[in-house]
């Protein structure tokens, strides 16, 4: 008969490695790739040629994305250009988050300067910063 005791072990093979210890997440982890910059700029949302124009508020930007704020309860599709009106450039976007608030995270596909814009779309967005900066 076997004098071990259930779920014991003796010898060598006894030890238990240590537990691996995590660092624990903070509450405020921020997995972006690129740092954001806070802001409170004026935007507008380009949503295509038949639709009017959205106005936003830049809250937050990085290179790679920015969080913005519409009117509650307005509709956004997940396809479209985002307008810095300060810095004549627009960014075709994608939607990665949205809240009921109106918050709204974009991530940026490409940007386009909009001083020199030669296309129809890119024209009509340069009317928006004309506009502001008249």
């Given amino acids: 008969m076997n004098n071990r005791t259930f779920g014991k072990a003796s010898g060598p093979s006894a030890e238990v490695p240590a537990a691996r210890t995590r660092t624990p997440r903070s509450r405020f982890f921020d997995a972006r790739r690129a740092s954001r910059q806070r802001t409170i700029l004026p935007g507008k949302l380009y949503l295509g040629p038949a ?25 956004v599709p997940n396809e479209l250009h985002l307008v810095h009106m300060s810095e004549w450039t627009a960014y075709s ?26 296309g129809a779309e890119l024209r009509v967005m340069r009317e928006y910063c004309a506009a502001i900066d008249n």
């Fill in 93 to 118: 976007a994608r939607v990665v988050w949205r809240r009921a608030d109106g918050n709204i995270g974009l991530a940026f596909k490409r940007s386009h300067e909009l001083k020199g814009a030669i």
């Fill in 51 to 75: 639709v009017h124009p959205l106005d936003c508020v830049i809250g937050d930007m990085s290179t790679s994305g920015a969080r913005i704020r519409v009117k509650p309860g307005s509709v």
